[in-house]
């Protein structure tokens, strides 16, 4: 009987995990193939799943090319990273919201620059410990990732937000036509960081970071905003609980490695969103907010900033009237502005637990990789010591820090 031929790093899957490959291929007709997996990316590119490619070959000569984002199996990773919250929230966008919305833009007619891009989802796992999504290669078709270390242009910027704009759309959207659906899917999705801030290891952990951030600042201006800045993301956090806000589900993690482009001349036009663990029902400035600060340096901000946004909203505008919907009344620029301002300060705490990890080299972030793997949380804050980290990336880190204050400033966000 034919059978598929597993080869290369076979066993950094389970069993689990293989015979739902082996499934998920043999429902695509693939009987009596090689299949070659190997690991994908380098240190820094993701944190809470291990990325492998897995290589199908064709009779041909030609090959299936597929991504597939594993779950760690390791306890302590498990908890921090709620490992099997987020991999649900990636396949309720993928297997749930993104098909629908693409079925609804198709029979709405939405030309093709307004149908949004996503990849293909072969099939998903959520067995526990061996949750695993299969995607599409967007290699293939010449999506590549830009260097995490570089500033993100005002036009690469544009074209993220234009993506960020028909993604929100699909809530309005469906809100409207479906209340009730809306309603009810949203409530399946986890949210991450709402639960992360209660816990007393994260909280041990991101005021250790504080702490040392406030030493190597040595700075009473940027250390005064930063200082409790864990507890008023918790006060935040427990304030919109008793509030209706404006909420799409949102991206939760639009960055420079989780954009794809595609580029004409070296000049990127095309953008793609990956990755969607930390997706949750909240405010659209959510991925707006953690989008520019994290990607765009202080000066672009200064000269940009204001027109990102109304190119954002009119962008969401544009989106929303292929449906017959429009931005002013479903979310107005006013509204928007004035949500800014109100989320800013949770985002500023993401902000800057985030540039912890971004602005790390490749060598500092396998080797804070490996001790995460082998840590069982007694060690845990070790990884979070800004003082810890190479030069380089602790002088990028407090540029980071102190512009965004700084832009927060001049914003009236602080």
């Known amino acids: 009987m034919a059978s598929l031929r597993l080869e290369g790093d076979v066993n950094s899957l389970s069993v689990r995990q293989q015979q739902f490959l082996r499934d998920v291929l043999d429902k695509r007709g693939f009987k009596n193939n090689k299949v070659v997996i190997k690991p994908l990316g380098k240190a820094g590119d993701n944190y809470v799943a291990n990325v492998k490619q897995i290589i199908v070959e064709k009779e041909n000569g030609e090959s299936l090319k597929i991504v597939a984002k594993v779950a760690p199996t390791i306890e302590f990773i498990r908890l921090t990273m709620s490992t099997a919250n987020v991999f649900e929230n990636e396949r309720l966008i993928y297997e749930v919201l993104l098909p629908k919305f693409s079925k609804l833009q198709k029979d709405a007619g939405v030309p093709k620059e307004y149908q949004y891009q996503y990849a293909e989802c072969y099939g998903a796992l959520s067995d526990t410990l061996h949750e695993m999504i299969l995607l599409e290669d967007l290699n293939v078709k010449g999506y590549a990732m830009l260097d995490r270390l570089n500033f993100l242009t005002d036009d690469i910027v544009k074209t993220v937000l234009k993506n960020l704009a028909i993604y929100h759309s699909i809530s309005f959207v469906i809100k409207q036509a479906e209340p009730a659906y809306y309603e009810d899917l949203k409530l399946k999705f986890f949210n991450n960081w709402s639960h992360a801030i209660k816990q007393p290891p994260f909280q041990n952990h991101y005021t250790t970071m504080i702490k040392d951030t406030i030493t190597i600042l040595n700075n009473d201006k940027y250390a005064s905003v930063i200082k409790n800045i864990l507890s008023k993301m918790q006060e935040h956090d427990a304030d919109l609980k008793n509030k209706d806000v404006n909420t799409v589900i949102h991206h939760g993690d639009a960055w420079t490695n989780n954009l794809l482009f595609k580029s004409l001349n070296g000049k990127p036009t095309e953008c793609i969103l990956i990755d969607y663990q930390i997706a949750t029902a909240v405010s659209p400035v959510y991925d707006l907010l953690f989008m520019i600060f994290n990607c765009t340096d202080y000066a672009t901000r200064r000269e940009h900033y204001q027109d990102w946004i109304n190119y954002y909203h009119s962008e969401l505008d544009k989106s929303l009237s292929f449906f017959g919907l429009r931005a002013e009344s479903l979310y107005p620029i006013d509204q928007l ?73 001049e914003l009236g966000y602080l």
């Open 337 to 409: 502005n004035s949500d800014l301002k109100t989320h800013s300060g949770f985002q500023l705490g993401l902000i800057i637990l985030f540039a912890s990890f971004s602005v790390r080299s490749s060598d500092e972030a396998a080797e804070m990789k490996d001790k995460m793997q082998t840590s069982d949380g007694d060690t845990e804050t070790d990884l979070m010591q800004i003082s810890r980290m190479e030069t380089k990336s602790r002088s990028l880190y407090v540029n980071k820090i102190t512009s965004t204050i700084d832009s927060y400033y």
